[in-house]
C-alpha cells in the first residue's frame, strides 16, 4: 500500500505537529528520526538492535546499492526487507546527493537527460537519470523512493538556482511517470536553496504532481544554520498538510528540535553513526569526545537519562577502554546509544506537541546540551 499520512495534533505555539505515518509494515507517530543505512546496514548494527532502539523507518542509498550489489541482486533476493532482514518500513533516496557530493574527483557533467560522472570506487563512467534512479528503487522494492533531483552545492548564484529548480522539476515528472511499484510510494523534493522565492516556486510546483510526501532537499550543504532554518520556513507554508514533511539529510539535534517547530515529520542523518565511529556520543549536556582522559575512571553511563542498552550496561571508562584500544564494539556502542538519543530526542518532541509547550521543552533543552558541548 501507499504510505497514508495523519495530522493528531498541531502544536498551538509553533508549526510542530504529531501525526500517524501508515505504512506497509505498521503505524508510527511522527516526528520521528531515520536511522541511515547506507549499504543496506546501518553500521555495525542488526536490525534486532535497531528495533530495541525503537526504530521505525530506516533508510538506504540507491547510489551505492546501484553499485554494490546491484538491484537486480537485491530483487533475486525479494527486495531490501528480505536481503537485510528488515521488517520495518525503509525508504531509498535517489541517489543524486550521491552523485554531486562523491563522483570522483567531483567532475560531472549535467545534461537534460541526467548526470554522466565517474564511480567514487573505481573512476568508471556512469549515467545516471531520473528514469533509471526511479528503476533502480522499483526494484529495490523499498516503502517510500524519492524523487532524483539535483542537489546544487552553496552558495551558488540565483540564475544557477532558477536553472536547477526548473531542471529538478522536469527530471521529478520523468521520474513520476515511470514509477511503477504499486507498494512504494514516491516523495518530491523541494529545492531553492537560499533563495525565498524559489523555494515557493519549487515547493508549489512540486505539489502540482501529487506526490505521496514532500522533502526539503539543499540544507546542511554548507549553509549557516539561520540559512538552513530560512530554507525551511520558506517551503513549509506551501506543503499540504496532509502529506508527511522530510528535512533531508539533517540529525543534529538541535537542528532537529528547529526542524520540528517549523513543521517537519521526518528526519535522517549519518551523523549519528558517524561520529560514533570516533569516539563522540551525544548527551543531555552536549557533545563528548570519550577518549578524553577525564573519562578514564569515569564508571557512570553515557548519559544518565538515556535508555539503551549502552548506558544499561557500560560505563564511559569502559567504552574509552574499547575506543582507545581500537576494538570495535566501542564504536558499536557508541552508535547504538547515539541513534536512540536521536529518536528518544524525536519521542519527547512528540509528548511536547501533545502536551503545547514544546518552547518550553527547547529552552529546557538547550540549558542543558549547550553548557558543556565539548566534541
Request: with cysteine; hydrophobic share 35%; aromatic share 10%.
Amino acid at each position: 500500500m501507499k504510505i497514508k499520512y495523519d495530522l493528531i495534533k498541531q502544536e498551538k505555539n509553533t508549526k510542530a505537529r504529531y501525526g500517524i505515518l501508515h505504512t506497509n509494515y505498521g503505524s508510527f507517530e511522527t516526528p520521528m528520526f531515520m536511522p541511515v543505512g547506507t549499504l543496506a546496514n546501518v553500521k555495525t548494527l542488526t536490525p534486532e538492535e535497531l528495533k530495541e532502539a525503537n526504530s521505525a523507518v530506516i533508510l538506504s542509498n540507491t547510489y551505492h546499492l546501484w553499485l554494490r550489489p546491484g538491484e537486480d541482486i537485491v530483487q533475486k533476493a525479494g527486495g531490501l526487507h528480505k536481503f537485510m532482514n528488515y521488517d520495518g518500513p525503509i525508504l531509498t533516496d535517489s541517489g543524486g546527493f550521491q552523485v554531486f557530493s562523491l563522483a570522483k574527483n567531483k567532475k560531472k557533467d549535467i545534461v537534460e537527460e541526467g548526470v554522466h560522472f565517474k564511480s567514487h570506487l573505481d573512476g568508471r563512467k556512469l549515467f545516471l537519470t531520473p528514469e533509471l534512479s526511479i528503476q533502480i528503487q522499483n526494484k529495490l522494492d523499498s516503502d517510500i523512493a524519492m524523487s532524483f533531483d539535483e542537489c546544487p552545492p552553496y552558495p551558488v548564484t540565483y540564475d544557477y538556482m532558477k536553472q536547477s529548480v526548473d531542471r529538478t522539476l522536469r527530471w521529478a515528472k520523468r521520474g513520476k511517470d515511470v514509477h511503477q511499484n504499486e507498494k512504494q510510494s514516491l516523495f518530491g523534493i523541494v529545492q531553492g536553496g537560499e533563495f525565498e522565492d524559489l523555494r515557493k516556486y519549487s515547493a508549489e510546483e512540486t505539489v502540482k504532481m501529487n506526490f505521496d510526501g514532500y522533502s526539503i532537499g539543499g540544507t546542511s550543504v554548507g549553509e549557516d544554520k539561520i540559512t538552513m532554518y530560512k530554507m525551511v520556513d520558506y517551503a513549509i507554508p506551501y506543503l499540504p498538510i496532509d502529506k508527511p514533511r522530510y528535512l533531508m539529510g539533517v540529525g543534529d539535534p538541535i537542528d532537529i528540535i528547529e526542524g520540528v517547530i517549523r513543521g517537519i515529520d521526518m528526519f535522517d542523518c549519518v551523523l549519528p553513526t558517524r561520529i560514533a565511529r570516533h569516539g563522540n556520543a551525544f548527551t543531555r549536556n552536549g557533545k563528548i569526545n570519550i577518549k578524553n582522559a577525564k573519562f578514564k575512571e569515569d564508571f557512570t553511563s553515557l548519559d544518565e537519562k538515556c535508555d539503551c542498552y549502552a548506558c544499561k550496561n557500560y560505563t564511559k571508562a569502559y567504552i574509552r577502554h574499547l575506543i582507545v584500544c581500537d576494538e570495535s564494539l566501542g564504536g558499536r556502542l557508541l552508535s547504538i546509544h547515539n541513534i536512540r538519543f536521536l529518536i528518544k530526542l524525536t519521542e519527547e518532541l512528540r509528548e511536547a506537541i501533545k502536551n503545547d509547550n514544546i518552547l518550553e521543552y527547547k529552552k529546557h533543552f538547550l540549558e542543558e546540551y549547550e553548557k558543556k558541548n565539548t566534541i
